[in-house]
């Protein structure tokens, strides 16, 4: 005999989680329908992305320079000023001392006066403002208390300044942490771009690099522009001596450069110095707006924002350590938008 017994239903658990799993099911497949397939970027396009992003860390770093060269400034101020304050509180210490000596002395004898005991146990500045005790003490005592006062002010002053140095020091190491943050975010963003290339791109990117620098090091034509003289000539001598040095930001030399720290350490060999941004060079020695008037050691500045500097070589080319990735080589000074030269 056939049974009528009724099916067993699925539980309500079990229910929700079969509909759960279809609908999902249903959404993925919608957007595997629908999605467009991922571009991968040529390696040209990487490159100039890449590029793109050197140049914004290459403006991140000199403003990286520009707050760590006020950093050092302040540092150097402020130890000043606190060598200052010691020395003053010593010799207010001394004024102090001495006419303590002279209250015991008068006290010793029994001719301490009533002005000078006021002096001892009240501020020299409340002292002085009463007329009618002054007129009691020697004019070698009334000396040496306009010193004290005149010290307590000097001393008051320079505490005040450093205090205010000290809270610019502190937002500068701030703003120098933020363009530190910068710069490596950029060069981060342009490595992360590099390795969605294949090894052979990226190998074939590393090799025109590397030839770009070889034949800018090797074959370079500088014409026949007469050798430089003076401190231009000894800079740019010493420039020379860094070719293939590795760029870096940040870096000022012996073995690894920047864009200005480059052109500061070429010109301190020289005995000469110059500030150590490129926008702060850029401002450091007389303006050349024709590059037809450029002489061999003279500061090249580029793009709107000044954010590049190198050394003229002569024959249209410039010297200069580039990007990172790259190393202290010469280039075409059309490669890059001219905006002056600067004659130091």
Partial sequence: MASHRRPK????ARVTVLTTAAAAAVA????????????????????????????????ATEKYNGAKEKQEKLQKEISSIQDNV??????????????????AAQYRTGSIDSSL???????????????????????????????????????????????????????????LGKKKKEVQGKLAEAQKLLNTLTAKERAALAAADERASRSSSS?????DVPSASGR???????AQTKLGSAYV?????????????????????????IPRTSQAQANAGTRIYS?????????????????????????????????????VRYESIGNMPFQFGVRI
């Fill in 9 to 12: 239903q699925p539980s309500r």
């Fill in 28 to 59: 993925l497949s919608s957007q595997a329908a629908n999605a467009a397939p991922s571009e991968k970027l040529s390696k040209d396009e990487v490159k100039s992305k890449v590029d793109k992003l050197y140049e914004q860390a290459e403006q």
């Fill in 86 to 103: 010691a020395r003053g509180q010593e010799e207010l210490n001394e004024l102090r001392d001495s006419m303590g000596l002279a209250a």
């Fill in 117 to 175: 005991q006021l002096f001892l146990s009240s501020d020299p500045d409340d002292y002085l403002d009463k007329a009618s005790t002054a007129d009691q003490l020697s004019s070698q005592q009334v000396e040496a208390l306009k010193k004290i006062q005149q010290k307590q002010r000097e001393l008051a002053q320079e505490r005040s300044e450093a205090s205010g140095k000290l809270k610019d020091l502190a937002s500068t190491r701030t703003e």
């Fill in 219 to 223: 074959r370079v034509d500088l014409g």
């Fill in 232 to 238: 231009a000539g000894a800079a740019f001598s010493a």
């Fill in 249 to 273: 930001y940040g870096a000022t030399g012996p073995s690894s450069f920047d864009c200005s720290g480059l052109t500061s350490w070429a010109y301190a060999q020289a005995g000469v110095t």
């Fill in 291 to 327: 590059a037809s008037d450029l002489k061999v050691g003279d500061l090249v500045i580029f793009y709107g924002d000044q954010h590049h500097v190198g050394l003229y070589a002569g024959n249209g080319q410039v010297l200069h350590a580039p990007r990172t990735g790259t190393v």
